[in-house]
């Protein structure tokens, strides 16, 4: 019912910021939550945040609060990620991901639909 298309990555210096846009072509995108995840090389996928499709709660991981700011345009079918203060732990590819039944943001397999990801290196 979805297809996700990432943009937006790139390489950063530590400190910098960085916008990602995740970008929907199918029906009811409001009805899903949209997650945002990384890999980084050698280390299992995570979850970055997360928006809710109900009332637009967000969700953080511990490790970007307050620096990463997630947020969806619904009438663009479209999800955001604002990366600032990057730091070379944040270097990874990024997906995005959209569920209709998320419970916890940060379990990968609570999500139907991935993007192709985007790579994102922060290193001087």
């Known amino acids: 019912q979805l297809q996700l298309v990432e943009s937006g990555g790139g390489l950063v210096q530590p400190g910098g910021s960085l916008r990602l846009s995740c970008v929907a072509s199918g029906e009811n995108f409001n009805y899903y939550a949209i997650g945002w995840f990384r890999q980084a090389p050698g280390k299992e996928r995570e979850g970055v945040s997360c928006?809710?499709?109900?009332?637009?709660?967000?969700y953080y991981a511990d490790s970007v609060k307050g620096r990463f700011t997630i947020s969806r345009d619904n009438a663009k079918n479209t999800a955001y990620l604002q990366m600032s203060s990057l730091k070379p732990e944040d270097t990874g590819v990024y997906y995005c991901?959209?569920?209709?039944?998320?419970?916890?943001?940060?379990?990968?397999?609570?999500?139907?639909?991935w993007g192709q990801g985007s790579q994102v290196t922060v290193s001087s």
């Open positions: 928006i809710s499709g109900v009332d637009s709660g967000t």
């Open positions: 991901a959209a569920g209709l039944y998320v419970v916890e943001f940060s379990e990968s397999d609570e999500y139907e639909y």
